[in-house]
């Protein structure tokens, strides 16, 4: 199995060596457009992201909630694929070589492009890690074992209801980072106690050396900072996604106002978790 370090363990290690968390940012690829997608894509290390999530549109996205489904529809509609989505993180690696790129989804339209296909793809485009909702531990010959091999990393979710018992299993292969969800239920649906966030990171750090991102309910600088103080990432996605939204004309078109609307959230955020520990 490879145990070569990648872009997202230098850039995890990097903010440690700041002593600050990491701002991870989710995007869906493709969303509202592939031109506007790269775009912002491409400005968003500059306005403080640190990791950069690229969601893969699906028409079956169970474990989403409303905002990032109707981010999924508007790129599939858009004519985004999963070829397209790694064209996308290709584009984007000319520009940068070390912002790392996750790519994050559900694993039908992998299993459909082919998983040795897929791997080596996303390995030439510039694709650092993977988080694939839908596999368990149990399925890891499916997907994981071939992409850690294939020197990706593959990034497990963790929740509240993930006790002691099932951490080891779920932490197993997992590499680059855990990602513990602080709400029980889909993306975008509630507000985490953030009393109960530094006991979580505590427990998992208790089964793993890997850093810890904590993610759902980061909605401005304030929320991040309170997630910033006690985990090594913060993850913000469905607060972007309703920012890109709420710019789109009646159409759900992009508008001029489109990216800067998403990169002054994402500037504001990154405001948060920077200073949290200051």
């Not at 999924?72 to 070390?98: I, P, Q, W, Y």
């Not at 390995?123 to 399925?139: C, F, H, Y």
């Not at 980072?177 to 975008?188: A, N, W």
Request: hydrophobic letters at 45%.
């Amino acid at each position: 199995m490879s145990t070569t370090k990648t872009r997202i363990d230098a850039r995890f290690a990097a903010c440690a060596g700041e002593g600050r968390a990491a701002l991870v940012t989710f995007m869906m690829g493709g969303d509202p457009d592939p031109e506007t997608s790269l775009k912002l894509l491409k400005a968003l290390p500059a306005a403080g992201a640190d990791v950069i999530e690229v969601g893969m549109p699906f028409t079956d996205p169970m474990a989403d909630g409303p905002s990032i489904q109707a981010a999924g529809l508007r790129a599939l509609h858009a004519g985004m694929s999963l070829k397209k989505t790694l064209k996308l993180v290709t584009d984007f690696r000319e520009s940068d070589a070390n912002t790392p790129i996750v790519l994050m989804g559900y694993y039908n339209p992998i299993y459909v492009y082919g998983v040795e296909r897929f791997l080596a793809d996303a390995k030439t485009a510039g694709v650092d890690g993977l988080i694939v909702v839908d596999l368990p531990p149990e399925e890891d010959a499916e997907l994981c074992i071939p992409a850690l091999n294939a020197g990706l990393n593959f990034i497990r979710l963790a929740t509240p209801t993930t006790d002691d018992k099932r951490l080891p299993t779920v932490l197993t292969n997992t590499s680059g980072f855990v990602y513990y969800v602080s709400v029980t239920g889909i993306t975008g649906s509630a507000i985490p106690d953030y009393s109960k966030v530094s006991e979580a990171v505590r427990r998992i750090k208790g089964h793993t050396t890997l850093p810890v991102a904590v993610g759902f309910g980061v909605k401005n600088a304030q929320t991040a900072a309170a997630i910033a103080m006690h985990a090594d990432g913060v993850v913000v996605g469905t607060a972007l996604i309703d920012a890109l939204k709420n710019s789109l004309d009646r159409d759900g078109k992009a508008t001029d106002s489109t990216v800067e609307a998403v990169l002054a959230l994402a500037r504001d955020i990154a405001g948060g978790v920077r200073n949290a520990r200051a």
